[in-house]
């Protein structure tokens, strides 16, 4: 089988769906050598991850911009010359390939059901991006939502048949191991914290997040000890996050850090009181499982996807409720026993995630379509 894997998503920087690329494509790549992949990648993604050493790939270098009009010219005449059984798009907007079976990935549909949750939405751009996931995913032979709740979003608000919408979980990334102690404690005390003295959010700063009511929560635990680090792409149309610390006075206490390396994450991952997701919307949830992985307790939204993710392994709170988070922030700090059992749990859930089987299933929708193309 001939795959084209569209892994243009490797050139953005601090995105989910950039991880997504890297790990589903690895894993793709590890499970044999009998399919063969047509991969679609910037340049500075093919070295990092050495793909043109790869005996059954060819690359295909490309600077078309991902999530932009140009690129529906730009890959169909690059591509046009190639033999593929089966062409996957990670995204809601895939260019037209003629003739090729397509495979989309929808992560989540927040634009649709939420558009003023967003100040750089308008209107008229979520009607085009509803627009531009309803076309994606009626072209598509198949569809692959990164949940369950993903699934009934996608058969619900675009009408797809369910048939046709493949369940895959993501899978844990591996974190850096900690071999070094000592530069892990020295980055902590550059950020003026040290274990278990502070509350951790990874995401992007986007009002579906809910960081506002986070930080609304932690001012009023009234425990100047323990410090919230907020770890995450900001946007220059969005920024009450940053002006509500201001108005709270909480400077000293809330620290913004944007984008980090994957080992300075690893090392906020593994020394954190807890991780913090109260998301009003997730498609999946990518952080949950990372903190889980390391043994880090976790305090989630109860909200669509994340308690399917994180089962019976986290401390689930009423994302609208500051009171609700502020107490689930205040009991987290003050039961040792209670973040025991929570970790304990989380390692466990998290190993029932993982992108070798992510890969494994993804490569399953690959054949059914090629399947029912050659019927």
């Known amino acids: 089988m001939i795959i084209c894997f ?8 601090g995105t989910g769906i950039r991880r997504y690329s890297s790990e589903l494509l690895s894993h793709l790549l590890e499970i044999n050598d ?35 009009a140009q690129q529906q010219l730009s890959v169909p005449l690059q591509l046009r010359s190639c033999k593929m059984d089966v062409y996957h798009y990670p995204f809601y907007d895939p260019p037209l390939i003629p003739g090729t079976p397509l495979v ?33 995913t009626q072209r ?18 675009l009408h797809v048949p369910a048939h046709k919408v493949h369940v895959v979980y993501e899978g844990v990334s591996r974190l850096p191991p900690s071999n070094d102690p000592t530069r892990a404690h020295e980055y902590l005390r550059s950020l003026g ?11 992007e700063l986007r009002p579906h997040k809910n960081v506002v009511r986070l930080i609304e929560a932690f001012a009023q635990m009234g425990n100047n000890s323990i410090k919230l680090l907020i770890v995450g792409k900001r946007y220059s149309n969005y920024c009450l996050p940053m002006r509500r610390v201001q108005a ?17 994450l690893a090392v906020l991952y593994r020394h954190a009181l807890a991780v913090v997701l109260p998301s009003l919307y997730e498609g999946f949830g990518l952080p949950i499982l990372e903190a ?19 089962g019976d392994a986290a401390l689930i709170v009423d994302p609208l409720s500051t ?53």
């Open 140 to 157: 598509a032979s198949a569809v692959i939502a990164v949940s369950k709740h993903t699934k009934e979003d996608v058969v619900n608000l």
């Open 34 to 68: 009998r399919n063969h992949f047509l991969v679609l990648t910037p340049k500075d993604a093919c070295s990092q991850m050495a793909l043109d050493q790869r005996p059954n790939v060819d690359v295909l270098l490309s600077n078309a911009r991902v999530a932009r």
């Open 323 to 375: 009171p609700d988070i502020r107490n689930a922030l205040v009991l987290m700090a003050e039961n040792g026993a209670l973040r025991t059992r929570l970790a304990g749990a989380g390692r466990r859930r998290s190993e029932q995630f993982s992108w070798k089987e992510a890969a494994a299933k993804t490569l399953q929708v690959y054949k059914s379509v090629m399947y029912r193309r050659s019927d």
């Open 292 to 310: 889980m992985s390391v043994g880090t307790p976790i305090i989630a939204s109860s909200r669509v996807s994340l308690p399917e993710v994180a």
């Open 248 to 264: 709270l006075g909480m400077q000293n206490r809330v620290q913004f850090l944007s984008l980090v390396t994957d080992a300075q």
């Open 6 to 13: 569209d892994a243009r998503f490797l050139g953005a920087e």
């Open 104 to 136: 989309v990935t929808i992560h989540d549909l927040k634009y649709v059901k939420f558009p003023w949750l967003f100040p750089g939405i308008r209107r008229m751009k979520s009607i085009m991006i509803r627009s531009a996931m309803r076309v994606a």
């Open 193 to 203: 914290v040290g274990p278990e003295s502070y509350y951790l959010f990874v995401g």
